[in-house]
């Protein structure tokens, strides 16, 4: 992955190290899935906070009856300005509904 995506104007990276030693290793199929990726990070129909850790924050979006799932860290930057940092991303069967919503979800 190269730069950052941005959505609501913050920054979202995605390090080549958790590309590549991570998301593709235990999830393949996401190569395949680039762009959805990139539209949940961007674009997402429902962003959540984790139930465990509010700095967490969970970007969905629709594949088919599915959804791409990314799972992104908020920091804050030595400037104070606040980005994130991707954990990992999967595919999921629904949205879940025991984490706290950020994002009124869109249809």
Request: hydrophobic letters at 35%.
């Amino acid at each position: 992955m190269t730069g950052p995506l941005i959505h609501n104007g913050m920054k979202i990276y995605c390090t080549s190290e958790v590309w590549n030693n991570h998301i593709l290793p235990r999830h393949p199929f996401a190569l395949l899935y680039q762009d959805y990726f990139a539209r949940a990070i961007t674009n997402p129909i429902s962003v959540r906070k984790s139930r465990n850790d509010d700095s967490v924050h969970i970007h969905y979006y629709p594949v088919g009856n599915l959804y791409f799932k990314v799972i992104i860290k908020m920091k804050k930057g030595g400037d104070g300005e606040q980005y994130g940092e991707v954990i990992t991303a999967f595919i999921d069967e629904k949205i879940s509904r025991r984490e706290k919503s950020v994002q009124t979800e869109k249809k």
